[in-house]
Nanobody, 128 residues
């Protein structure tokens, strides 16, 4: 049974940076595609970034304008999201998600329904 535990969310001022982490257990991490989603109050959950099992291919939401970077450490079973130049509109609960993808090591997925397992989320608040 896959378990995902996010950490790193906190209150930060506009323009600041945060790094979110997602600890993975219960499977072979390097065979899972991973992603970060976020959900603001009253809004639908949206994809933020995604990464293939090997880490060779990544996706980030265009509207982020390169401020966020997704990465993974397959030796440490951990997914990361580096968030720079944060804006108030980045405030949301951030979730990591996993999808078993043993035969497609270079593929990422961007649709919520593609993912099988979800963490509980970590709150990011950007405010002065």
């Amino acid at each position: 049974q896959v378990q995902l535990v996010e950490s790193g969310g906190e209150l930060v001022r506009p323009g600041g940076s945060l790094r979110l982490s997602c600890a993975f257990s219960g499977g072979t991490f390097n065979t899972y595609a991973m992603a970060w989603f976020r959900q603001a109050p009253g809004a639908a959950r949206e994809i933020v970034s995604a990464i293939s099992p090997s880490g060779s291919t990544t996706y980030c939401l265009d509207s982020l304008e390169g401020r966020f970077t997704v990465s993974r450490d397959n030796a440490e079973n951990t997914l990361y999201l580096q968030m720079n130049r944060l804006k108030p509109e980045d405030s949301a609960v951030y979730y990591c998600a996993s999808k078993s993808s043993r035969n497609y090591r270079g593929v990422y997925y961007v649709t919520e329904t593609d993912y099988d397992d979800w963490g509980q989320g970590t709150q990011v608040t950007v405010s002065s």
